[in-house]
């Protein structure tokens, strides 16, 4: 698996850091509120939990799974795979994706969330590719912009594999037929 990662881009240390910064951060900011941490499965599982225990006030969990994506490129259509559990109604939702990239999914998200009376939604991004940006969208968290590379571990995947490498590399380019 190892020999697949042209380069590690993010260490295990560095992610620990941006998990502090940025769980000091919501917990100063959902202090008093009603804060609902929504995962975006499965990309974001690992973060989703490293970042948990950073975040030192009252908050509720769920997970929602949709899918944009087949290999290395985008491909627009956005679709609901599964729902919340908890109604979102009067809640400050906190929602945590792996990467925003087009930012396709998280502005349909968005959208769905608002339409359903969430008090506030917030976007916190582990990772920022602006790069490929198509949709008018921003994260209130970053932990890091990264450049225009495809990036796994920690969670993200190249076809449903590398989610268990504990640091983010870059895929080298000839497992999916690139040019080196
Ligand atoms: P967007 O809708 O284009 O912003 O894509 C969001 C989703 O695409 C993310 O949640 C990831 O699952 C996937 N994605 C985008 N870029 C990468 C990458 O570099 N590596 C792995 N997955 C990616
Ligand atoms: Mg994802």
């Known amino acids: 698996m190892e020999k697949d990662v042209k380069s590690i881009l993010i260490s295990e240390e560095e992610i620990k850091q941006i998990c502090k910064r940025l769980g000091e951060q919501i917990t100063r900011d959902y202090e ?3 804060l609902l941490v929504v995962s975006v499965l499965k990309g974001s599982i690992m973060f989703m939990a490293d970042l948990l225990r950073e975040i030192k006030c009252l ?3 769920d997970f929602l799974s949709v899918s944009s994506y087949s290999g290395t490129k985008t491909t627009g259509v956005v679709k609901f795979k599964k729902d919340l559990d908890i109604d979102p109604d009067g809640m400050d939702i906190l929602i945590v994706e792996d990467i925003l990239d087009s930012g396709v999914t ?3 998200l968005s959208g769905v969330l608002m339409g359903r ?3 506030s939604i917030k976007i916190c991004t582990l990772l920022d590719k602006p790069a490929n940006r198509r949709a008018d969208i921003k994260a209130d968290y970053v932990g890091k912009v990264i450049p225009d590379e495809f990036v796994i571990g920690y969670g993200l995947d ?3 594999k590398y989610r268990n490498l504990p640091y983010i590399g ?3 380019p ?3 037929g690139g040019e080196e």
Do not use: F, M, P
Request: charged residues 15%; hydrophobic residues 35%.
């Open 32 to 34: 008093g509120k009603n």
């Open 59 to 61: 908050c509720q969990i």
């Open 106 to 108: 998280l502005s349909y």
């Open 117 to 119: 009376n969430a008090n």
């Open 158 to 160: 190249y076809d449903e």
């Open 170 to 172: 870059i895929l080298a």
């Open 174 to 176: 000839s497992v999916y």
